[in-house]
Structures are given as C-alpha cells and as structure tokens.
Antibody, heavy 113, light 112 residues
Framework: QVQLKESGPVLVQASETLSLTCTVSGFSLTNYGVIWVRQPPGKGLEWMGIIWRNGNTDYNSALKSRLSINRDTSKSQVFLKMNSLQTDDTAIYYCTIHWFAYWGQGTLVTVSS | DVVLTQTPPTLSATIGQSVSISCRSS???????????LNWLLQRPGQPPQLLIY???RLESGVPNRFSGSGSGTDFTLKISGVEAEDLGVYYCVQSTHAPYTFGAGTKLELK
C-alpha cells in the first residue's frame, strides 16, 4: 500500500538550513509527484512545492528563493532543503502524493533563535 | 498565485444538522484539459489531512456519502448532509489547477 514518511531534525538553529527526507513506498516517484506542505502550530496548511514525476519542480512563490526539492528515485526518497531559517518556519512538515490522497504523519520542526 | 477564500471560518453544528462550506477562487480553476482540480480535505485534531473530495465532486474511496461537493469555475461548495461527531475538525479546499497550488484558510467545524 502507499505510504510516505518524513524524517529529519526536530530542532534547527535560526539562519541554518533545514533538510528533510520523505521516504515513499507502494509507488514509484517516476509515476507520481510528491508535494511538501507545512503547518505552523495552530495555523493552516501551506503548500511549499512539488517535484513532478519527470523531476521538474514548482515552488511556493514566497519560499522559492530559499527552497529546493530533489529526489533519489532509486531510494524512493524526496528531499526538501530550505535555508535561512527563521522562528516562523517552525511547523509540522508533511509530504503527500500529488493528488493529496496519501499523507505522511508529519514531522515537527522547531527553529530556535 | 490563486487565492482561495473559504467561508465561514468557523461553523457550529448539532449532530444531524446539514452544513455547507464555501470556497471561492480568485481565478477560474478550469484546466485547459477540461478538468477542474478543486479538492476538499478534512484535518482532525492531531492528524494529517485526509482527502474527502477531488475534481470538485468525486468522493474519495472510503469517504461517507453524506459528504458532497459541487461548483464550477470560481465558486465551490462542500456539503455535509447530517453531521456526525467524527466530522469535527478543520476543512480545507485546495486547488491543483494552477501551480503553485494553494490552500484555503480552513473552516473549523465545531459542535454547538
């Protein structure tokens, strides 16, 4: 069955770079895109970006300058990197399959000043 | 970027009551391929979101048929015909017609 799982640090210092991994199973990254979504505590969902099945990417306009999404299809992993972190980047970070039918459980990342 | 405006922000309902949530888009969500990529998600407390409706009105597998979606172009509605306790949470519309995709701000469904 389709599964996604996020992994990465729980605490990051301000101004540093966040690196998260989404490991998927039950489907191939060459067949479906993967989206990153984040949710600050107590707030709504924010679409961050997508890596399409062909490897192309699209990003949230507000995050584009400091966000990159890549993948390793052989390992079924999608990577998120975001630099110049600030405290308002504290959020639960989710990965989800292209059409939102399957989600990871999310990982809470706290940015400390 | 497309802006999705959800109303109301909060909805109070009794069990068995029927309710509706509106999602209005700043531009048409009709894709050049003829599909309209407007989805509805439910996020229960402490859980990741769950897909309820895709392509405006198609019910995701396993979702009760008391949920229904309608609309076209820029105006969309999610209706729950007979709220049950398990329906409480925050509802989001999300468009995937235009990249970057965007979410509505959410509608919190509470018990009255």
């Amino acid at each position: 069955q389709v599964q996604l799982k996020e992994s990465g640090p729980v605490l990051v210092q301000a101004s540093e770079t966040l690196s998260l991994t989404c490991t998927v199973s039950g489907f191939s990254l060459t067949n479906y895109g993967v989206i990153w979504v984040r949710q600050p505590p107590g707030k709504g969902l924010e679409w961050m970006g997508i890596i399409w099945r062909n490897g192309n990417t699209d990003y949230n306009s507000a995050l584009k300058s400091r966000l990159s999404i890549n993948r390793d299809t052989s390992k079924s992993q999608v990577f998120l990197k975001m630099n110049s972190l600030q405290t308002d980047d504290t959020a639960i970070y989710y990965c989800t399959i292209h059409w939102f039918a399957y989600w990871g459980q999310g990982t809470l990342v706290t940015v400390s000043s | 970027d497309v802006v999705l405006t959800q109303t109301p922000p909060t909805l109070s309902a009794t069990i068995g009551q029927s309710v509706s949530i509106s999602c209005r888009s700043s531009q048409s969500l009709l894709h050049s391929n003829g599909n309209t990529y407007l989805n509805w998600l439910l996020q229960r407390p402490g859980q990741p979101p769950q897909l309820l409706i895709y392509l405006v009105s198609r019910l995701e597998s396993g979702v009760p048929n008391r949920f229904s979606g309608s609309g076209s172009g820029t105006d969309f509605t999610l209706k729950i015909s007979g709220v049950e306790a398990e329906d409480l949470g925050v509802y989001y519309c999300v468009q995937s017609t235009h990249a970057p995709y965007t979410f509505g701000a959410g509608t919190k469904l509470e018990l009255k």
